[in-house]
């Protein structure tokens, strides 16, 4: 009788213990990456230049490439930078004298930063 007793009280201890210790609800979190892409234009020298991605016009700086650290990361501004849908874009880029320095047809990937050597 004395051991059910003590049983009986270790249970309902050990279940009150137990209710007290968790967490308190259920979280849920989304993640993944954005669906955005990027394109920046680099050559030797910065200087203006009118791009025109699928008929949308914008007014860009170019970055300046240094070729002993071609693998470096290009610093993302407004100036210098285009956001994206992924997908295929047809590419125009003229200099600030109106000569048409680049024509192309790209395929860009969700999350990826295009670097684009004039």
Same mark, same amino acid.
């Given at each position: !009788?004395?051991?059910? @007793?003590?049983?009986?009280? %270790? !249970?309902? =201890?050990?279940?009150?213990?137990?209710? =007290?210790?968790?967490?308190?609800?259920?979280?849920?979190?989304?993640?993944? @990456?954005?669906? &955005?892409?990027?394109?920046?234009?680099?050559?030797?020298?910065?200087?203006?230049?009118?791009?025109? &991605?699928?008929?949308?016009?914008? #007014? $860009?700086?170019?970055?300046?490439?240094?070729?002993?650290?071609?693998?470096?990361?290009?610093?993302?501004?407004?100036?210098?930078? %285009?956001? $994206?849908?992924?997908? #295929?874009? #047809? %590419? %125009?880029?003229?200099?600030?004298?109106?000569?048409? /320095?680049?024509?192309?047809? /790209?395929?860009?990937?969700?999350?990826?930063?295009?670097?684009?050597?004039?």
């Amino acid at each position: !009788m004395f051991c059910m @007793k003590r049983l009986l009280f %270790i !249970m309902i =201890l050990g279940i009150t213990l137990l209710s =007290l210790n968790s967490c308190g609800g259920v979280y849920s979190i989304a993640s993944g @990456k954005a669906d &955005v892409a990027e394109i920046s234009f680099v050559d030797e020298d910065v200087y203006g230049i009118s791009v025109i &991605v699928d008929d949308n016009s914008y #007014q $860009l700086k170019t970055v300046k490439d240094k070729v002993y650290r071609r693998d470096r990361k290009i610093r993302k501004t407004v100036e210098n930078t %285009i956001s $994206l849908a992924p997908g #295929q874009h #047809q %590419i %125009i880029v003229t200099n600030e004298e109106g000569v048409r /320095i680049y024509e192309y047809k /790209i395929f860009i990937s969700a999350n990826e930063h295009k670097i684009i050597k004039l």
